[in-house]
């Protein structure tokens, strides 16, 4: 006497079709990003703004002083005073400035690691309870196809 086979197919067939598909999460993951990426353009954005303020002060600061080399003097030893005071508040503006931008990529650096910081957190959080939703939901769908099971043997 044969015994009949049982069909597997239609089991997995049927368990497939009862395990939730939830596309909720991968569209948070993208709402996530978008806002992080935006938070990280502002934060980009910003130092560059910064940067820039502090590269026209300079510029202006270098040309209203040039003024005084450029001016017509009445001793060739004038011209030599003039170069150097010129060259000397060159080398103290520049060493302010790059101050300056040292503050600038110090700050735009420490909220980059902030908020790299919380967004981690943040998608750990999330993860932790997607995997354990996805956890339940699939037990779930596995003892329904297992007690399904022996019915559709018999």
């Known amino acids: ?9 239609k089991i997995f067939t049927d368990f497939l079709g009862t395990v939730p598909t939830d596309f909720s999460a991968v569209q948070d993951v993208f709402k996530n ?68 931008f040292a503050e600038v990529a110090k700050k735009a650096q420490t909220e980059t690691i902030e908020l790299l910081l919380a967004s981690g957190k943040e998608a750990t959080e999330e993860a932790t309870a997607a995997v354990k939703k996805a956890t339940a939901d699939v037990t779930a769908v596995a003892k329904k196809a297992a007690a399904a099971a022996p019915k559709a043997a018999a």
């Not at 006497?1 to 197919?9: E, F, L, V």
């Not at 806002?35 to 980009?44: I, R, T």
């Not at 017509?72 to 300056?100: H, I, L, P, R, W």
């Open 1 to 9: 006497m044969a015994k009949a086979t049982q069909d597997y197919t």
């Open 33 to 100: 990003q978008a806002v992080l990426a935006e938070k990280l353009s502002k934060v980009a954005l910003t130092a560059a703004e910064q940067s820039a303020e502090i590269s026209s002060k300079w510029t202006k600061d270098t040309l209203s002083r040039l003024g005084s080399v450029t001016k017509a003097q009445d001793d060739a030893t004038a011209y030599g005073k003039a170069a150097t005071d010129f060259a000397s508040f060159s080398m103290e503006v520049a060493a302010e400035q790059m101050a300056a």
